[in-house]
């Protein structure tokens, strides 16, 4: 099975982290994304969920996780991969202002 992404392009989303602007345990929500965010921790994930791969350092990482991933586009897209992509849903100004007013009231801003 090959991945072949269409012509017309697809979409892309993210999966996000954040500490709640109340967190009774904010140290141990912070020692986990730090732990996530660890290059040879995030390669050892991405090895065994598939998903896209934030994390600067873990395609090196994975060298040692496993080789036959490295060069996974669906782990680590390239360029002109992700230059094909877009969000899934468009917003207008008002829901868009809105969403980002709940994000910073959950975070804390």
């Given at each position: 099975?090959?991945?072949?992404?269409?012509?017309?392009?697809?979409?892309?989303?993210?999966?996000?982290m954040i500490v709640?602007?109340?967190?009774?345990?904010?140290?141990?929500?912070?020692?986990?994304?730090?732990?996530?965010?660890?290059?040879?921790?995030?390669?050892?994930l991405a090895a065994?969920?598939?998903?896209?791969?934030?994390?600067?350092?873990?395609?090196?990482?994975?060298?040692?996780?496993?080789?036959?991933?490295?060069?996974?586009?669906?782990?680590?897209?390239?360029?002109?991969?992700?230059?094909?992509?877009?969000?899934?849903?468009?917003?207008?100004?008002?829901?868009?202002?809105?969403?980002?007013?709940?994000?910073?009231?959950?975070?804390?801003?």
């Open positions: 099975i090959k991945f072949v992404a269409p012509e017309e392009g697809l979409s892309i989303f993210s999966d996000n709640p602007n109340k967190a009774e345990h904010k140290a141990n929500a912070e020692a986990w994304m730090d732990f996530y965010y660890d290059p040879q921790n995030a390669a050892e065994w969920v598939n998903y896209i791969c934030p994390v600067q350092g873990a395609q090196e990482a994975m060298e040692k996780v496993d080789p036959s991933l490295v060069d996974n586009v669906l782990i680590f897209p390239t360029d002109d991969l992700l230059a094909n992509t877009y969000s899934l849903m468009a917003l207008d100004a008002d829901t868009e202002q809105d969403y980002q007013r709940q994000f910073a009231t959950v975070a804390g801003a």
